[in-house]
């Protein structure tokens, strides 16, 4: 969560994490998890799991990206 919204965070690589609105950009719903994909219940939009870019729609953009970085261990916001 951030600011009270979810998000999804996502490891490109061992050295990298990547954070991305968990909103879909279609209709609101939240998206889930399933790999290198982001899947949206309501109406099956799929995106990349660490790029946040639509696989497949209706969704009409990409989910927004999140500022984050790795500090001590813990992957914070900034």
């Not at 050295?15 to 968990?22: G, K, N, R």
């Not at 994909?37 to 946040?52: E, I, M, R, Y």
Request: hydrophobic share 40%; glycine share 12%.
């Amino acid at each position: 969560m951030q600011a009270g919204k979810p998000i999804t965070l996502a490891r490109p690589s061992a050295s990298t994490v990547t954070a991305f609105s968990a909103i879909c950009t279609h209709m609101g719903c939240t998206v889930n998890p399933g790999g290198s994909q982001l899947n949206c219940p309501c109406h099956g939009s799929v995106f990349n799991a660490f790029t946040g870019h639509v696989i497949n729609g209706p969704a009409p953009r990409a989910l927004p990206s999140v500022a984050v970085h790795v500090a001590d261990g813990y992957v914070v916001s900034g």
